[in-house]
């Protein structure tokens, strides 16, 4: 079995470091190849996948379903208290 509460804190750092708190919502695979990156993509994508989950269920990042039924994630900054949503993800144009 995986033990993932190993990996939580070196992620945590570079995620800190990083300030990935300020680029918004993405796709897992953004997270995926960071993760990769950090322990030098020694990791399979089973054990990578892994350990995102154990993160999002310990509250470190904002989840919401976009338009296609998947999910975006926003990496929390836990300096900020305000927590928020994105409500809509789409763009509405209007043509006169």
Request: charged fraction near 35%; hydrophobic fraction near 30%; aromatic fraction near 28%.
């Given at each position: 079995m995986l033990d993932c509460s190993?990996?939580?804190?070196?992620?945590l750092n570079y995620f800190f470091k990083?300030?990935?708190?300020n680029l918004g919502f993405l796709k897992?695979?953004?997270f995926q190849r960071k993760i990769k990156y950090i322990y030098k993509y020694e990791l399979s994508d089973y054990e990578v996948r892994k350990i995102f989950?154990?993160?999002v269920e310990?509250?470190?990042f904002n989840k919401i379903?976009?338009?296609k039924r998947s999910y975006l994630y926003e990496f929390k900054n836990k300096n900020n208290t305000k927590?928020?949503?994105r409500k809509?993800?789409?763009?509405?144009?209007?043509?006169y």
């Open positions: 190993k990996y939580e804190k070196k992620i990083k300030k990935m708190f897992f695979g953004f989950n154990y993160l310990k509250d470190y379903k976009n338009k927590d928020y949503y809509d993800l789409g763009i509405t144009l209007t043509f």
